[in-house]
Structures are given as C-alpha cells and as structure tokens.
C-alpha cells in the first residue's frame, strides 16, 4: 500500500518551507491583492480555497509576490529593536506568510492531482527559488539571534507548555537547516538546496511520466482470463476513457497493476505487466532516473557534511523519535529476519502448486500464486470480497467508525470550489454539533496525478488569533467502475483508505494555539502511527456489516470467518517487500555520497541482507518517489515500520478494554494522541496513552511471528 500524508512534491516543500498554514483573514497585502491565489479565502468557517478562480499562469506571479511579502515581514520580526520575546518573535513567526500559505496550498495541490505540461513547467522554475526563499528565511542572523536569545533565557521557563516546545521546534530547525554557519557556508548550503528542489521536481515529473505513458492494452477477452468482472469492467471502462474502444487497459499504477499480476492466468502477460510496473523511472528514456538519484545522493551527502553530520542519514535522524540510523536499523532487522523466514516457508508450499505448472516461482508469479496457496490453505479468493468493497460504502463505514469513536458526523457540501469534478467536500462536526472541519474526497486516478494515496492540509487547526478549523484531503486513485456501475476496490486497497483517512482523523482532532504544531506537523516516524491505528477498524464487525454488494447483501458470514483465519497468511511477503525498501534506504543515506550505480547498490544490498529471489523490493530505487521527490522519508522510510510497533502496541490498549470501539480507551487516545499534534514529545505521548514505552511484542503478534524478549 502505497500510503503518504503527502506527495512526493508537495511533501519535499512542506518541508522546505516553513511558511505558517494558518490561513485565517489577515491584513490586505496591497502589492498582492490583485492575485486570486494570493487573496483571503472566503466563505464559511474561516474561508475555503477558491479553486474555481485558479489558473496555472497566476502561479509564478502569485508565489513571486508572496515570497517577497513574507520575507519583508520576516525582517521586520528580525530588527525589531525591542529585546526579543515570545510574543515579538515567535507569535509573528507564526503568523507570517499567510498570502504565500495560500497560494502554495493549491500549487501543491496542482503538483499532486492536476500536473500538465503546462503546470510542469511553472513548478520547475519555482521549486528552486521557494528553496531559495526558504535559504533567505532559515539564513537570516538576526532572526536566529532573537530565536536564541529567547530559547535560552531564564524567561522562557514562564511559558506555557506549548509555547515551550513552539520555542524548541523553531530553534531546532533553524540550527538544523544551518542558522549557526558562516555566510560563507550559509551560500553553499543555499546552492544545495536549490539543486536538490529542481531534482525533486525533475523525479517525480519523470516517475509520473512512465507511469502515464506506459500501460498494458489488451486486445482479446482470452486476455482477461483470471480476472475479476469488476476488473475486467474497469479495464475497459479506463481504455474508452483513453480513446482505445474495443480494448482493456491496464494503468501502470499500483491500484491497477497489483490486482492483474494476482489474477491474471496468463503468465507472459503477468511478467510483462510486472515489468512495466516495475521498470518506471528505469526505462532508458528521457525520463530515466537513475543519473538522477546518483546526483540527489551526492548532494545530500555534501549538505549534511556542511551541517556537521557524518552522513544524510544522521542528520535527517537527529530529531525524530528513533534519533540515530543505528537505532532505526535494528528495528529493520528484527523485524527483517523473521519475516524473510516466513517468505521462504510461504514459498516453499507455493512452489508445490506451481509445480503442477511445470515452472518456478518468478517475482510476477508470486502474488499468483500466493492466493492460490491461501485458497487452498483457507478456502479464500480476496477476489471474492472485492463487489462488497463499493467505495462509497467503505467511505461511509470509516465515517460512521470515526463517530463511534470520537464523536464525529460528515455531511457532504455541495457549491464549495472544488478542483476536479472527482472532488467531493464534506462538513465534519463533533458531538456537540461544532464545525470541526471540511474534508476533501479525491478518489479516482486520473491524468496528471500522481499514483498512492494520500493525505493534505489546506489549512492547519489552531487559535492564534480565534478558532480557525482545518481543512484536510484525502486522495486515492482508484480505477472507476464502468458506466452505471459502482467502483470497487480490493481488500488492500480499502485498508489504505482507513490508513489515510487516520491522517485525516489526526489532522481533524487537532486542539493546539500554533498552527506549526498542530495536526500531522509531528515526527516523520511518529505521524504514521495514528493513521496506522486506524487501518485496524475496517476489520471490525461494525464496519463490515456495512460492506454490502450491489444487491445490498452484506459479506457472508462464512467468507469473513475465511478471512479472519487467514489474517496473517502472506504477512512476510508483506513486511519483507516493505522493509526492503526501508534497509536500502537507510543504506543508501548512510554511504556518504559515494559514487553509486544505482542498480548495482540495489542488487548488493538486497543480496547482502538475503532477500528472497521472488520478492523485489516495493519501491525499485529509480520510482522512489518517497525518498527522491522529496525530503519527508528520504532516510525515513523507517518510519512506517516504526509506527506500526506504536500502533499495535496502542490498538491492544482497545482489545484490553474489551471493544474496539470502548469509549474510555478511544477518548484517551484522542486526547492524548490525535488532539495534542506536537505539543508534546512524541515519545512522551505515547507514554500518556499507555503509560508505558511501546513493545515490540505487539507488532510480532499482529504479524503471526515468533514473539521474541523486548
């Protein structure tokens, strides 16, 4: 699954910048006023984006203004003459920016979900000057010297708690982003940093590329043997959507491809379809990334040396919760080893069945054959639960679990500006029946968007000024059911959407003064756990109960039962393609910047570690989009593993208490968890909801491994 809070784009942005999202009415900005992405959002509850008034040529003119706005309001914070204190520097801090905030809010939404050719070129010349902009704002002496006069002073201890981290975070990355060096070394970081946006960019334009640009068409109904009618329905239905009437077209995305390389009987097909998917971002062409990833780890490596840090790796590490890469590596390798050994034993019953076929276990046949081991093990075909997957269904169950659990109902808006016809906005409440929030639903793939899922932030919770809500996304991409007929989504697929929707959820609890704390603004190795915690309520009665056919009937009670026991059959084709990607990863951050080919340092490092021959690893490092399309996981996609230690151990609070659903426990982990955002030390958070530090043990469980000592 294929599971982000942000696009690579948007995410490698969200990091550089460090703009307030606190998007409420602020003054005029007369040089400003004239651009519709620069103006104050209007309408109800603190204002929506004015999709309707966007155009890709107000972009450049638009960011050009609100970089040189924020900038001037920045040195009006940094020579204050008054000495500095909270509310003279970090209150302001906060609030500057806000015409830029909104301008880049629906860029990125326009690099994720609506990148032409048109908007391709605008993005790639000014993702180097946003970093530039950035350089300016992390560089300026002044300001750090009023930052640090109020981080160390004896006053700060009269802050309140929130305030005192607001003070910590800013000084922690400003020292980290390089406040403390020379000019000389300031100017060279600058030049980095504005190598690697245009790198980024250039990444994830060519990944987004190969996958548009490649697709498996199929041209006879012998071609479609093994699939699901949902799939077949679909195929076509995305064929006629690409002018190809009469034929199938399979996308080169994981929520098409995935689903055929499972079903298909035809294996020259599987393997080719598995290549194409496989091959993106490696195909030789124009759009090859390999040169690229060579060039974005050398400066990587030159920048962290810059700032003091032996590799990428330890610099990007050092204010996470797992603080070192030695730290973040073992916990890959524990969890590596017994999921390799698994692979071998899952294997080692396929390969019984294919060799009825007469052939070995190849990587395109793996996912074949594994659901016919877990038919022949559990009596289960996945594809069978598919036409009780209806998307607006799983929508609505996530919805009516959230209520359950927190409180929270959704109606759906209509007349809001939306970006796409596919966009669909809903009003969230709490129980009191108070305006939480909106949420934007983008479900259906599309050309110009980019593949996986994920979740946004228009506008970050919080009360600087007064109670401004948040308004938050989520976006999948889905292939759309034929005409008249529902999209269906795969067991996987409808996992993610709980996945993402906790990021929603997160982002949507969000109870904080300062925007730059609130919501998803946490520890990259943090931020997955609650969205991890809430992929465990799609497999609850509650929400199952919901998951009806077209003909309203609800999944049989036998097929959940098959599915229940089967719960962590394929669990170690699962953790090793994923944490595969995460040791390279690492791997590759901690080498220093030395000269790779990228192939080759894939190849040995797989080998070095023992991967299994039929398994490749999730994301191939040429369509790396997490770490190469940005900064958010690069060195990080640890991360997820991590989480899923946090969210185990925090979901068995739950079944302790007797009920998924158990009010107590759900009420302390909203107000303990998703409500606080970075106001508290993460690991400190984890401790209020447990009252205790999280154990491996619960993950191991969770997985069907052997349970080892803490």
């Known amino acids: 699954m294929n599971k982000s809070i942000l696009t690579a784009g948007a995410a490698a942005m969200m990091v550089t910048l460090m703009t307030s999202t606190n998007l409420q009415a602020a003054p005029a900005v007369a040089t400003t006023a004239a651009n519709p992405l620069l103006a104050e959002w209007t309408g109800p509850n603190g204002g929506v984006p004015a999709f309707d008034k966007a155009k890709v040529a107000d972009f450049k003119p638009a960011i050009e203004a609100g970089i040189d706005s924020q900038l001037k309001e920045i040195d009006a914070i940094a020579n204050n003459a008054a000495a500095p204190t909270f509310d003279n520097v970090f209150v302001p801090l906060e609030k500057a920016g806000r015409p830029l905030s909104r301008a880049l809010a629906v860029f990125f939404i326009y690099s994720s979900n609506l990148s032409s050719p048109e908007f391709q070129k605008v993005e790639e010349e000014l993702m180097p000057k946003l970093a530039a902009a950035q350089d300016k704002l992390i560089q300026n002496a002044k300001l750090f010297a009023r930052i ?174 797992a603080k070192t890469p030695d730290n973040a590596m073992n916990l890959l390798m524990r969890a590596w080893k017994p999921a390799v050994a698994q692979v071998h034993a899952d294997v080692a019953e396929m390969q019984k069945i294919a060799s009825v076929d007469k052939l070995t276990i190849e990587p395109w046949d793996y996912r074949f054959y594994a659901e016919k081991l877990r038919k022949a093990k559990y009596d289960l075909d996945l594809g069978e639960v598919k036409p009780y997957l209806q998307l607006d269904h799983v929508r609505e169950a996530m919805f009516m679990a959230a209520g359950k659990l927190y409180g929270y109902s959704f109606t759906k808006v209509d007349g809001l500006p939306v970006y796409h016809p596919d966009v669909s906005v809903y009003e969230v409440k709490d129980k009191a029946g108070k305006h939480v929030g909106y949420w934007y639903f983008d479900p259906l793939a599309r050309a110009g968007k980019q593949s996986g899922a994920w979740m946004n932030a228009y506008r970050e919770q919080s009360r600087i000024d007064a109670d401004i809500p948040t308004i938050v996304s989520n976006n999948s991409n889905f292939i759309p059911g034929s005409a008249g007929q529902p999209t269906t989504i795969s067991w996987d697929d409808a996992e993610t959407m709980f996945h993402e929707f906790g990021h929603a959820l997160h982002g949507l609890s969000a109870n904080t003064t300062y925007p730059s704390l609130s919501g998803t603004n946490t520890a990259r190795d943090f931020v997955e756990f609650p969205s991890q915690v809430n992929e465990n309520w799609f497999s609850t009665p509650e929400v199952q109960a919901m998951l009806v056919n077209a003909k309203g009937e609800p999944i049989p009670a036998d097929l959940l039962a098959k599915i229940k026991r089967a719960k962590t059959f394929n669990q170690g084709f699962s953790v090793v393609e994923t944490q595969a990607s995460a040791i390279v990863d690492m791997k590759l951050h901690l080498a220093g910047g030395v000269p790779i080919d990228p192939k080759a340092f894939e190849k040995a490092t797989l080998t070095e570690i023992g991967m299994p021959k039929e398994i490749v690893m999730r994301h191939r490092i040429p369509q790396f989009g997490h770490i190469f399309a940005g900064e958010g996981y690069a060195a990080g996609y640890y991360g997820y593993l991590w989480a899923e230690v946090l969210a185990t151990d925090a979901y068995e609070a739950f079944g302790e208490a007797g009920s998924p659903y158990d009010p107590g426990t759900a009420k302390r982990f909203h107000d303990t968890i998703l409500s606080v955002g970075n106001t508290v030390d993460p690991a400190q958070a984890f401790r209020n909801f447990r009252g205790r530090d999280p154990k491996v043990a619960a993950w191991l469980r969770h997985e069907g491994f052997p349970v080892t000592e803490e």
């Open 148 to 321: 640090d006069a109020v981080y160390n002073s004896p006053a700060k201890a009269k802050l309140t708690a929130e305030q005192q981290r607001l003070v910590w975070k800013y000084w922690t990355d400003f020292a980290q982003a390089g406040a403390k060096l020379s000019e000389a070394d300031k100017a060279t970081l600058s030049t980095y940093n504005q190598k690697l946006a245009g790198l980024y960019t250039k990444f994830a334009q060519n990944q987004l590329a190969d996958e548009e640009n490649y697709a498996l068409v199929l041209d006879s109904k012998d071609q479609l043997k093994g699939l699901t009618t949902e799939q077949i329905d679909a195929a076509a239905a995305d064929a006629t959507a690409h002018k190809l009437p009469g034929k199938w077209r399979i996308a080169n995305t994981r929520s098409a491809m995935e689903p055929f390389i499972t079903y298909s009987t035809d294996r020259a097909l599987r393997e080719k379809g598995w290549r194409m998917w496989i091959s993106r971002g490696d195909n030789g062409n124009a759009n090859d990334n390999n040169a690229t990833v060579v060039e974005i780890l050398k400066v990587r490596a030159q920048k962290a040396k810059l700032l003091g840090y032996p590799t990428y790796a330890h610099w990007h590490l050092a204010d996470t919760m």
